[in-house]
C-alpha cells in the first residue's frame, strides 16, 4: 500500500523535513488508518519516510486503526515501523528498494512517502491503472504483488483499490 502523507504547513522557516501537519492533516491521517482497518489492510511492516510530516502522518493512521475516530478498527498486532531518511525525495526507484528489503513472511506492507516519488512508483508497479495525476495528500494506493517483495519491480503489482482519506 502506498501512502502519501496528510496535508503539511506551508512551507516556512524550517527546514523542509521539519514541516508539521496541518490540523485537516492530522484528521485525513486518522481516517486513512480508519478506511485501511476497515478494509482489514493492517500493515505488517510500516516503511515511513523521516520527514516529520510523514512521521506524523504514521502516528495519525495508527491512531484510526485503533479506532480513535468513530469509524475506526481494531489494529491487530503492533506492525515493524522503519523510519527511512532515503524516502525523502526520493526517485521511485529508491522507494521500490526499501520495499524490496522487506522480510520475505511480512504479508502487507505500507509505505508512507512524499510527491513526486509516492506517485511515480505506483505507476511504475501498475502503469495500465496508475492515476496520471499525483497521488493527493492522504491518498492511499493499495497493489497486490504477483511475486516476493525481494523480485517486486515494473508492472508487477496490480492497483486493486484507491482512496483519498479525509476526515
Known amino acids: 500500500m502506498l501512502l502519501r502523507h496528510a496535508k503539511a504547513e506551508v512551507p ?88 524490496r528489503q522487506v522480510e520475505p513472511d511480512a504479508r502487507t506492507v505500507l509505505l508512507i512517502a512524499h510527491n513526486p516519488g509516492i506517485s511515480l512508483l505506483s505507476a511504475l508497479l501498475d502503469p495500465e491503472r496508475a492515476d496520471r495525476d499525483e497521488l493527493r495528500t492522504s491518498d492511499i494506493v493499495v497493489h497486490r504483488p504477483t511475486v516476493g517483495w525481494a523480485e517486486l519491480d515494473r508492472g508487477r503489482a496490480a492497483i486493486t483499490a484507491r482512496h483519498t482519506a479525509r476526515g
Open 12 to 99: 516556512g522557516e524550517p527546514p523542509d523535513t521539519d514541516r508539521p501537519l496541518a490540523s485537516r492533516g492530522r484528521a485525513d491521517a486518522a481516517a486513512a488508518g480508519a478506511w485501511l482497518a476497515r478494509h482489514e489492510l493492517l500493515p505488517d511492516v510500516v516503511i515511513c519516510s523521516a520527514a516529520r510530516r510523514t512521521r506524523e502522518t504514521w502516528h495519525g493512521v495508527a491512531l484510526g486503526m485503533t479506532g480513535s475516530p468513530p469509524e475506526g478498527g481494531p489494529a491487530g498486532p503492533a506492525p515493524v515501523v522503519r523510519y527511512e531518511s532515503d524516502a525523502y525525495e526520493a526517485h521511485p526507484e529508491d522507494l521500490l528498494a526499501l520495499v
